[in-house]
């Protein structure tokens, strides 16, 4: 069975000009522990299948459930819940909150989730990621590849099933990149999460299982191109 | 087990206080909750301190009145003594009490005869004030220690001059004698009764009945006087009121009647209410918009939150404590402050006084910490909904922000607080309401003001050099932001030059009525021979004066032909304790020329020859006369009808002669008169006074200069209040400038930088953003000097009754303080960030 699936997913926007299909008819799914890539030009609906899969959005038409729960019979809490238990996030623009320190914002999912360790599972994790010296430092004192490092720690906490990775080394030089992508594949391999990383870099893409190609809101099927 | 099916088993733990508490931490530290906590501080400040110095200047002054009456209170009797059980209750609610018998009769001495006003009081008279004695008339008095000994009499100095007295003479007053041990130079319920031409005799309470001059008929004022603590005097009160018959017996307090300091009180009052309700809708707004600006700074923090698996209730909690705590923090503070100010400000005015002000109750702190949860809550409310709003998916489309939330709740929120705040403030609902209305007129004619001055300012920035451009373009492009930005700079400019120039109105209005030299003597019964050689005299001693007027005594017998009953007499008004001892008659005078400080309010003076009376305004809407009536009048035995020609305007807080009546000259030029005058002698040359007057023995003088004292007093404590109000009110429109100035620089942050990219030098972007706010600034200031106007004449004539004028100077002031201010504020800000790295810049707008 596999832990997401997609049937006849769609999503349409309204816009002065009338509605718009941003993301026609798909289905899909993705196994527990396997790497999936999405990848596909500016504007082919990548970050919108992305919001879909994860939950932060709901899909015009079709179905997608998450470990066998529908994400349509569920209201935005519930959701928000079940992002908690079994999702992690990682985006392009790092997304740490100004205002804490590194070490709290790794703890903040423990924390939302009600765990008791959140400190200590947090410093572990920084440890894991390299930034055991940076702990008290803000976002604004670490330099991008710290912040995304930050990041990839803040996404561990809570041990999600799944993974997602909003092109993860978009901001970042390539050899940051580059370190940035090796920690979040060991770390993948390490808790075997499942990982559902949206990416412009091919060469990233390579690394993963499978890849998940869109053109113009369409899935492509393997040998469309 | 995994960590969290272990945890799972432990149960959670509810964290959502230790976020909360470490985000406010960490906001405060990095200075990014700073406005909106000193709005709230200040709030709070203002509030308290103001309402605590009001409130304790206000005991003060009522205190200092209270000397007026020589008590708190005095129940008037008029012909009988009152039940002793009504003293024993006051002495069982711990107010004491003393009595005080007045009346007039003849007094003799050295073979002369005069009518004098016999003053006969108890033990503990006066309870409030003092009396004050000297050695020889018209000399520097000092504090008297009780009251004259048996056999014993204190007397006026002007008593001294009409009867040849000397200290150690015999008086004669009824059927007893007594012995004049003293000048009675002050007595603090003397009143201001210029007419009261018989000097005060002062005896013993104990020495009345011997005198025999109380018979049944008598006309005799019975006052018992009372003073107490508030709350005892308030218990006293509401037992004794329901007993009064209200005819003949009469309560009276410091705030009855048109004593010379109520209007003064009154103005003094209605300016601090209104000060100080600007004030917070100030702080208010500067809470507002800061409280948009964190919301907005906080809006990736909750969709991070939420994404994360932050429940709604969770990041509400988080947030809506974050809130609590910066608002008790500052609510605490602002305690702190306000109770710091007002108690520098309460020593200085003390020492200035040379008196304590009395302390105050608990009111101005409740009221104080309620303003600041009303600021804080109400005005982050819409903020903070819109906040909790935020959808998770803007992790990945930044352009999301909340949605489903009306901008009109916004408006309801912010407009129901501020009139709850209005109805709090004034205590009135239906002046809020004419204030609010007021206001929301205001605000959408200022809103499309200020739109089409920036349509227009487009035009006319296409022509200039670079800088210029940009910064019109820059204005044009943002404009409906900027009609926002440019309506609150419009209000707190506006509110500014509003408490500006009122003060000064109210400072210049005080000065004008009372100058320096202000008469501090009137001359009365001076006969008409003498007239002419005593302003003679005045001019020869340098001592301003003003015109002598002839006064004839007299009755109005009859209007159009109806006869009245002393309707018109000055004893009718026998609330009024300035009119205490006058007589039924009426002092009518004759002039050529309308008096000076005498305004028209309808028909003409007399043309030569016209034949008419000129009634005082308030006398002839008592009377209900008009232009045209025909009024009788008695003099002597002389019987005659006159027309009403005008009604005058006078106004009585002036130290002149003033009249009810006065006649064409025409009419009874003939008839026996005495003159009277007001004239200015400085204190030092008080001394002379005797010799001045040595040649005009019938001549009698009263002294004002008390009066005049206690008056000014009064203004001086006001003043300093209404400066300090408008200090605290210019630091709230300070910060309202500064919050928005800061709020519309952030949103022009991106644009800056991506300038600054493409290589625009800081000296062209700093010129061409304090150019924009130059020209924001100017226009809300021109805007802020018309509105400002527009109040400023409904407030002189609706709510200060005074005369409305134009304020050339502000238009000057106006725009040039709001181009300055806003400018400076603008540059400053945007040089903060230009001076950074614009990579630093990029990294943080990423």
């Known amino acids: 069975m596999a832990l997401i699936e997609a049937s006849s997913v769609s999503r349409n926007v309204a816009t002065t000009a009338g509605e718009l299909q941003i993301l026609s008819p798909l289905s899909l799914a993705i196994d527990a522990g396997e790497v999936v ?43 928000a819940i079940l992002r908690g238990e079994k999702i992690g996030f990682i985006f392009q623009s790092f997304l740490l909150i100004q205002s804490l320190t590194a070490l709290e914002n790794v703890m903040l999912p423990a924390e939302l989730a009600g765990s008791r360790s959140a400190e200590k599972q947090a410093r572990e994790l920084l440890e894991k990621v390299g930034l055991s010296d940076r702990v008290t430092h803000y976002p604004n004192q670490l330099s991008g590849g710290e912040q995304q490092r930050v990041a990839i720690a803040r996404a ?42 949206v990416t412009h870099d091919d060469k990233l893409a390579e690394r993963c299982d499978r890849i998940l190609r869109l053109s113009a809101g369409k899935l492509l099927e393997p040998g469309d191109e | 087990m995994s960590d969290r099916a272990a945890e799972a088993k432990a149960g ?57 009456l020589a008590a708190d209170r005095i129940l008037r009797s008029r012909g ?23 009346f007039n009769s003849m007094a003799f001495a050295n073979d002369e005869l005069a009518l004098v006003d016999v003053k006969a009081v108890s033990d503990g008279y006066p309870l409030r004030g003092h009396l004050e004695t000297a050695e020889e008339p018209f000399a520097q008095g000092e504090v008297a220690e009780g009251l004259p000994g048996p056999g014993e009499t204190w007397v006026q100095g002007s008593l001294f001059q009409q009867l040849d007295l000397a200290i150690g003479d015999t008086l004669e007053v009824g059927e007893s004698e007594f012995t004049v041990t003293r000048v009675l130079s002050r007595e603090p319920d003397a009143g201001f009764s210029v007419f009261a031409d018989s000097p005060t005799v002062l005896i013993h309470f104990d020495e009345l009945a011997a005198t025999g001059l109380i018979q049944p008929g008598s006309r005799v004022n019975y006052n018992y006087l009372f003073a107490g603590a508030p709350a005892d005097l308030q218990r006293f009160e509401a037992w004794l009121l329901p007993q009064l018959d209200d005819v003949s017996q ?17 103005r003094a009052e209605r300016f601090m209410l209104l000060a100080s309700l600007l004030g917070v809708v100030l702080a208010a707004t500067a809470v507002a918009v800061a409280a948009q600006r964190y919301a907005q700074r906080n809006f990736d923090a909750v969709a991070v939150m939420k994404t994360l698996g932050g429940r709604k209730s969770q990041v509400a909690k988080i947030f809506t404590l974050h809130l609590l705590l910066l608002t008790s923090a500052s609510i605490v503070l602002g305690l702190i402050l306000g109770i710091v100010l007002q108690a520098v400000v309460v020593g200085w005015v003390s020492g200035a006084l040379g008196y304590e002000l009395p302390a105050t109750g608990s009111g101005p702190y409740v009221l104080a910490i309620a303003t600041g949860l009303l600021c804080a809550l109400m005005f982050s409310l819409y903020p903070l909904l819109r906040l909790l709003k ?9 352009d999301l922000t909340a949605s489903g939330l009306s901008r009109w709740l916004h408006w309801i929120i912010s407009g129901g607080t501020i009139f709850l705040l209005m109805v709090i403030y004034s205590g009135s609902a239906m002046l809020s309401l004419a204030l609010f209305a007021g206001g929301v007129l205001a605000m959408v004619l200022l809103l499309s003001i200020s739109r089409l001055f920036i349509r227009a300012s487009r035009q006319a920035g296409m022509q200039a050099g670079s800088s210029w451009r940009l910064a019109m373009a820059g ?9 926002m930005q440019m309506l609150s700079f419009s209000v707190a400019v506006m509110l500014l030059l509003l408490v500006l120039a009122l003060r000064h109105e109210l400072l210049e209005d005080w000065r004008g009525q009372l100058p320096d030299n202000a008469p501090n003597y009137f001359v009365v019964n001076v006969a008409s021979q003498q007239a002419e050689p005593m302003q003679a005299m005045f001019d020869r001693e340098n001592l301003p004066a003003t015109a002598m007027y002839p006064i004839v005594p007299g009755r109005l017998t009859a209007i159009n032909g109806t006869p009245v009953r002393d309707a018109v007499s000055k004893e009718e008004r026998d609330d009024s304790e300035y009119r205490e001892g006058f007589g039924r008659e009426l002092q009518l005078t004759w002039q050529a020329d309308l008096p000076e400080e005498n305004t028209l309010r309808e ?27 025909e009024l009788t009048f008695l003099i002597g035995a002389d019987e005659f009808s006159v027309p009403v020609t005008n009604i005058r305007n006078v106004d009585w807080n002036t130290m002149q002669p003033n009249f009810y009546m006065v006649f064409s000259p025409n009419l009874i030029e003939n008839m026996p008169a005495t003159y009277i005058a007001s004239f200015h002698l400085p204190e030092e040359r008080r001394p002379e006074l005797y010799n001045l007057f040595r040649e005009f023995p019938q001549a009698s003088l009263i002294d004002v200069d008390d009066i005049l004292q206690q008056v000014r007093d009064v203004i001086n404590h006001v003043s300093l209040a209404v400066t300090f109000v408008m200090v605290l009110v210019i630091g709230a429109g300070a910060l309202v400038l500064v919050a928005q100035v800061q709020a519309s620089l952030e949103e022009r942050e991106q644009e800056l930088v991506i300038l600054r990219t493409l290589g625009a030098r800081a000296a062209l972007l700093t010129r061409s953003i304090t150019y924009e706010f130059v020209v924001l600034g100017a226009l809300a200031g021109v805007i802020a000097t018309i509105a400002m106007e527009l109040s400023i004449f409904m407030l002189q004539t609706q709510v200060f009754n005074m005369e409305p004028s134009i304020h050339w100077r502000f238009w000057i002031l106006g725009p040039l303080v709001g181009a300055g201010v806003v400018a400076l504020l603008g540059w400053s800000v945007c040089w903060r960030l230009l001076r950074q790295q614009t990579g630093n810049l990029i990294r943080q707008l990423a």
């Open chain 2, 390 to 398: 935020v959808p998770p998916l803007r992790v990945l489309r930044r």
């Open chain 2, 12 to 68: 959670k733990q509810i964290n959502w206080p230790k976020i909360s508490w470490r985000l406010l931490q960490h906001e405060l530290r990095r200075g990014e909750l700073t406005i909106m906590a000193a709005a709230v501080a200040l709030a709070v400040c203002a509030v308290l301190s103001l309402s605590v110095f009001s409130e304790r200047l206000q005991l003060g002054l009522m205190e200092r009145s209270a000397e007026f």
């Open chain 2, 250 to 266: 009469r309560w009276r307090n410091v705030q009855d009647g048109d004593s010379p300091l109520s209007a003064a009180l009154e």
């Open chain 1, 37 to 79: 890539a999405i990848v596909g030009t500016s504007g082919s609906g990548k970050s919108t299948l992305l919001s879909l899969l994860a939950g932060l959005d709901l899909p015009s038409t079709g179905d997608i459930t998450i470990d066998n729960v529908k994400l349509n019979d569920l209201d935005e809490e519930q959701r």
């Open chain 2, 603 to 629: 028909g003409q003076w007399f043309a030569e020859g016209e034949t008419g009376v000129s009634v005082e305004s308030q006398v002839a809407d008592r009377i209900g006369v008009s232009i045209g009536d």
């Open chain 2, 475 to 483: 204005l044009q492009r943002r404009a409906k932001e900027n009609s």
């Open chain 1, 156 to 197: 561990f906490i809570g041990q999600p099933q799944i993974l997602f990775a909003d092109e993860p080394t978009g901001n970042l030089d390539s050899v940051t990149g580059g370190n940035v992508e090796a920690l979040l594949f060991e770390l993948n391999r390490e808790y075997g999460t499942t990982l559902v990383m």
């Open chain 2, 80 to 102: 009988d003594e009152v039940p002793t059980e009504w003293l024993q209750r006051a002495q069982e609610e711990n107010v004491a009490s003393a009595r005080r018998v007045t």
